[in-house]
Nanobody, 126 residues
């Protein structure tokens, strides 16, 4: 069982930066690949980024590539999402998720993730 708690959300202006954190409880944190998803008002949940258990492999949604960076500190059981050059279109609730299995090309699908946090809200004003 893994419990995930996100933090770091807030209200920022376009062009600002924000770093989200996701703290995980339980052992063997490095066993899990970790993902970030978001859900904008009136829209479905969408994939943002993923990082392998070792931290060596990362994947990004096209719209955030070059602006967002996912990283992890396995010693602290924490995964981060550094978000730069934020745009109003990035406004959403952001969720971290843990995946215990090899995802292959399905890494962007929400249903493959086993555990989810409660989310943290990010609002980007223009």
């Amino acid at each position: 069982q893994v419990q995930l708690v996100e933090s770091g959300g807030g209200l920022v202006q376009a062009g600002d930066s924000l770093t989200l954190s996701c703290a995980a409880s339980g052992r063997s944190f490095d066993y899990y690949a970790m993902g970030w998803f978001r859900r904008a008002p009136g829209k479905e949940r969408e994939f943002v980024a993923r990082i392998s258990g070792s931290g060596l492999r990362t994947y990004y949604q096209t719209s955030v590539k070059g602006r967002f960076t996912i990283s992890r500190d396995n010693a602290k059981n924490t995964v981060f999402l550094q978000m730069n050059s934020l745009e109003p279109g990035d406004t959403a609730d952001y969720y971290c998720a843990a995946d215990a299995q090899y995802a292959g090309n399905n890494y962007y699908l929400p249903h493959i993730y086993d555990y989810w946090g409660q989310g943290t809200q990010v609002t980007v004003s223009s």
